[in-house]
């Protein structure tokens, strides 16, 4: 495959602060750029080709670092800003941004409308009812009593903090009164509610371009707070790739199943999706079932697989940003033939539902001497007070690490975790314990 022209200019601006973003300006600078994240936090700079950017997180901002700074890319990490459009802001300035349009973007915005785009063009997934109020709810349940369980999902920006897993129908009636009485500002469409089905999940990146893509790598991600799944679902508690129990010949029946026909739906009703799309697929006994679309990297999943690709990342990223086909279609990614674990460290009271206070301010300790080499430390929630890095988040690092086996490469992770301390400190000690 020949080699895409190369850009002439290699200033990348990347939008976000948490983990997933030092994991893409990490990976990034890489293929030689330089990257500045804005806003960033104060751990992302010690990674060498990478400067973090002050000011408010505004469009307006981020317009003035792009053109203070010669970006020739901007990559938007946090879902937030494509539900507002910035990608559609800065391609009307003639600047390539990497993700999928305002319109697009309701494929994750909206539950409600990704469902009902699912049942359109016969995509696989569970059964589900949209509630627009609470009493809608409560009789969808009691309508469903032999349902398996009851998944409740808010239908907005809900920033990871949607979603709840329930068994019984007294479950998930509490479930709903807790969802209707402390949603999140701004979130009125209601919820929708679904059959809960089983097996295991997974979680499929592809790179698209319109009706083109390109996979990128596959993890599974780990979101209940505690060891054996127990406790409330979280952003990801930690993750690991690629899902070494997946096979090619499912993996293909996926993306004819799932990405051929998102794509052509996409394009079909005018809203051509050009991004990351990120899927999460239950392996059922009866098939693959769409849980979700996510419009973005995902988080921790983006901290596992990154490591693992090889190529020149940052030209495919630029490919999609500027709608070029030819060199998109040349740009090849392949991956190093190791198994990446990824394992988060997460600050007292995290995930914070309902009103539950996040412990921060926690100074961190770091013995980075201590190291392997094939692991990477990543920053989320930090900030720095006189020179020292403190917690400011519910997600507070995590570490990443490579190995030719699981078993290596999760030996590695735990090593080197204990080397990145703070107080009250939790983790999972059973990440990609499942992966056999």
């Given at each position: 495959m020949s080699e895409p022209k190369p850009r002439t200019e290699t200033n990348v601006l990347l939008i976000g602060s948490g983990g997933r973003e030092h994991a893409l300006a990490w990976r990034l600078s890489l293929d030689g750029d330089r990257v500045f994240v804005f806003p960033g936090n104060p751990g992302m700079n010690a990674t060498p080709g990478v400067k973090t950017l002050s000011g408010d997180l505004t469009f307006e901002q981020a317009l003035k670092h792009v053109r203070e700074h010669r970006i020739s890319l901007v990559v938007i990490g946090p879902e937030k800003y494509l539900f507002e459009g910035w990608v559609d802001q800065f391609q009307k300035h003639s600047i390539p941004a990497f993700g999928p349009s305002q319109q697009a973007s309701f494929l994750e915005e909206s539950k409600i409308r990704s469902k009902?785009?699912?049942?359109?063009?016969?995509?696989?997934?569970?059964?589900?009812?949209?509630?627009?109020?609470?009493?809608?709810?409560?009789?969808?349940?009691?309508?469903?009593?032999?349902?398996?369980?009851?998944?409740?999902?808010?239908?907005?920006?809900?920033?990871?903090?949607?979603?709840?897993?329930?068994?019984?129908?007294?479950?998930?009636?509490?479930?709903?009164?807790?969802?209707?009485?402390?949603?999140?500002?701004?979130?009125?469409e209601g919820m929708v509610i679904e059959e809960r089905i089983t097996g295991r999940e997974v979680s499929l990146f592809y790179i698209c371009l319109g009706e083109h893509y390109q996979f990128l790598a596959s993890a599974c991600d780990h979101k209940r707070l505690k060891d054996h799944d127990q406790g409330p679902n979280t952003g990801g508690m930690g993750a690991y790739s690629p899902a070494t129990w997946l096979d090619t010949a499912t993996r293909h029946q996926i993306e004819k199943q799932f990405v051929e026909p998102t794509l052509h739906g996409m394009n079909a009703q005018g809203t051509p999706f050009n991004g990351i799309l990120f899927l999460g697929i239950m392996m059922t006994p009866q098939g693959p079932s769409l849980l979700e679309y996510n419009t973005r990297f995902g988080d921790p999943e983006t901290q596992t697989f990154l490591p693992l690709l090889k190529g020149n990342f940052t030209d495919l990223l630029f490919s999609v940003a500027s709608n070029e086909v030819h060199k998109f279609m040349q740009t090849e990614i392949t991956h190093h033939a190791l198994i990446s674990v990824h394992v988060v460290k997460a600050a007292k009271g995290y995930p914070g539902l309902f009103g539950e206070a996040i412990e921060s301010g926690q100074p961190i300790e770091i013995h980075s001497t201590s190291f392997s080499q094939v692991s990477r430390l990543f920053y989320a929630g930090v900030k720095d007070k006189n020179g020292t890095l403190i917690t400011s988040g519910g997600r507070v690092l995590g570490v990443t690490s490579l190995g030719k086996t699981l078993d290596e490469a999760r030996k590695h992770a735990y090593h080197d975790l204990s080397h990145a301390r703070f107080e009250n400190e939790h983790f999972r000690t059973d990440i990609g314990g499942d992966a056999k």
């Open positions: 009902l785009f699912m049942k359109e063009w016969k995509i696989p997934t569970a059964g589900f009812e949209v509630a627009k109020s609470l009493d809608e709810a409560l009789s969808i349940i009691d309508a469903h009593p032999r349902w398996a369980g009851y998944v409740l999902k808010l239908s907005g920006p809900a920033l990871g903090k949607g979603v709840i897993v329930t068994g019984t129908p007294a479950e998930a009636k509490a479930a709903a009164q807790d969802f209707f009485k402390h949603r999140p500002a701004g979130i009125e």
